[in-house]
């Protein structure tokens, strides 16, 4: 059983939509994609620097059509599940007939701009801690003001919160933590300070139409596989305020019977996370075009 995977904000590097752009159709698609929201998507995967791409404005609809266009490459599939991490979620929800690809790029560029907006309103970051037990970092995070925003299996564990917090917990890390690892992004997501952005998503989500998905969609909410369309887009619009449980998708996709996790462009991270967390399942990250032909021997291997 196949499992479909597409990463969040921070995996994206400068130039790496440049090779994806060479596919046929592809330029034109992306194209009408940066007509539609106001966003030049094929400069900034080709040409901007890690600086610009950071932007959570610009991160989050470059993520979702670099997802998009990934998985439109690999042909027609029928995977067993497909699970997004963060705004991958929304990739997700377009892979599996919740969204129209052009209502995920809008939701995703509101989506972009909410966010940019609630950070803006006190300097808050995240960081990733290496190491450690859950059980005791969760208390201690606690302890300094802290969210425990990403739990990610395998050991991994991001907090979030203003950067006098996350100073603190550089200067006073929980027993068994290695490093603590700032991440390129604008600011606490999955946390309350993201408020904001959760009202005005929500008011988008009533223009939209959800379909009920085809194939299980995995939540972050819980690892709760939902087959309600409604309820997607509610978890979808939750979802930035509240932490990611990346770790119960996995225990998940373990019931579900996976054997495979095929993460799409740019993969790396989940299929790292997959590793250690799903020892015997094969994966797979689609990082560019060059990885295509692996990509679709692995869904021929483990999809009916």
Not at 202 to 207: D, G, N, T
Request: hydrophobic share 45%.
């Amino acid at each position: 059983m196949l499992v479909l995977v597409a990463p969040g904000q921070g995996s994206q590097t400068p130039g790496f939509l440049t090779e994806w752009l060479e596919l046929p159709g592809a330029a034109d698609r992306v194209a009408a994609w940066s007509d539609a929201i106001g966003l030049d998507l094929a400069h900034y995967g080709t040409k901007a620097d890690a600086e610009e791409i950071r932007d959570t404005a610009v991160a989050q609809p470059l993520l979702v059509a670099a997802g998009l266009l990934s998985a439109s490459a690999l042909g027609d599939i029928n995977p067993g599940a497909v699970a997004g991490h963060s705004v991958g979620e929304i990739t997700a929800a377009a892979l599996s007939g919740v969204l129209d690809d052009a209502a995920a790029l809008s939701l995703v560029r509101k989506r972009g701009l909410a966010m940019a907006d609630a950070a803006a309103i006190t300097e808050t970051g995240m960081a990733a801690l290496l190491g450690g037990d859950p059980e005791v970092t969760v208390p201690h995070l606690e302890k300094l003001g802290l969210t425990p925003a990403n739990i990610n299996g395998g050991g991994q564990i991001v907090a979030a919160g203003t950067m006098e917090q996350l100073a603190a917990l550089e200067a006073d890390k929980p027993e068994g933590v290695r490093r603590v690892v700032p991440l390129k992004v604008a600011g606490a997501f999955h946390t309350h300070h993201m408020g904001p952005a959760v009202d005005t998503l929500a008011e988008a989500a009533k223009a939209l139409a959800p379909a009920d998905p085809k194939v299980p969609y995995v939540s972050n909410k819980d690892g709760k596989a939902v087959a309600s369309g409604a309820e997607v887009l509610e978890r979808l619009v939750g979802q930035v305020g509240n932490p990611v449980r990346w770790d119960l998708c996995m225990e998940t996709f373990k019931e579900l019977g996976v054997t495979a996790l095929l993460e799409l462009c740019p993969g790396g991270t989940l299929t790292g996370l997959a590793k250690r967390a799903l020892p015997g399942v094969k994966t797979l990250a689609l990082k560019t075009p060059a990885d295509l032909d692996a990509a679709r021997e692995l869904v021929a291997e483990h999809t009916a």
